[in-house]
């Protein structure tokens, strides 16, 4: 999305048609499958919070992706609906391991604030680079991830994006000028950087 300004919210921004259901469903449980073997295996150290935390931010960021694919904006509710699960987990955190939740809640608010505010300059600096969508889910993946979890989220996202950017201006799909959704490779790029990490 290269827009910056809000725009109002139509139900016919999420419509899909029943094949894009399907591949929706399926991607959706395949992707949740791996996460949660990985975090059964490989990343059992982890807290079950943490794990929820990085299980609801994939689930959060794929219903926008989906819709930024097709219409190039992240609706705002889909970003508040992220948020507020975000402050119910911190929450839980704060009921079951009270013991972690100040330096997991710190890191939360440094890495969304360090990343919404570097993204938000870049889109001052470079005009029309990047919509207010994209700026708030990489903030909202900093709160989620912490900063060094949303770094290596948002490097990967970006190289996720190059690599397609590149795949479809050689392939003749989209021209140099053309608009390409981010929010896809922001999905694309989160899920290899829990993989390979699990922040």
């Given at each position: 999305m290269k827009n910056g300004t809000i725009k109002k919210f139509?139900?016919?921004?999420?419509?899909?048609?029943?094949?894009?259901?399907?591949?929706?469903?399926?991607f959706a449980v395949l992707k949740s499958i791996c996460i949660v073997a990985l975090f059964n295996t490989i990343y059992v150290s982890h807290s079950i919070i943490h794990q929820l935390k990085l299980l609801v931010l994939i689930d959060s960021i794929l219903p926008m992706a989906?819709?930024?694919?097709?219409?190039?904006?992240i609706p705002n509710p889909f970003l508040i609906v992220s948020l507020v699960l975000c402050m119910v987990l911190y929450i839980a955190e704060l009921v079951f391991s009270p013991s972690t939740v100040l330096d997991s809640l710190k890191d939360g608010v440094i890495g969304a604030t360090v990343i919404g505010l570097f993204f938000l300059l870049i889109s001052l600096v470079f005009k029309n680079s990047m919509g207010m969508g994209d700026i708030k889910l990489f903030a909202l993946m900093g709160l989620y991830q912490g900063l060094w979890g949303a770094f290596?989220?948002?490097?990967?996202s970006l190289l996720v994006s190059f690599f397609?950017?590149?795949?479809?201006?050689?392939s003749k799909k989209k021209?140099?000028?053309?608009?390409?959704?981010?929010?896809?490779?922001?999905l694309l790029g989160t899920i290899i950087a829990i993989g390979l990490s699990g922040i």
């Open positions: 139509n139900k016919s921004d999420i419509a899909i048609d029943s094949k894009s259901k399907v591949i929706y469903i399926v989906a819709v930024d694919y097709k219409k190039h904006k290596n989220s948002v490097f990967f397609l950017a590149l795949g479809l201006l050689i021209k140099r000028k053309d608009s390409i959704s981010f929010g896809p490779s922001i």
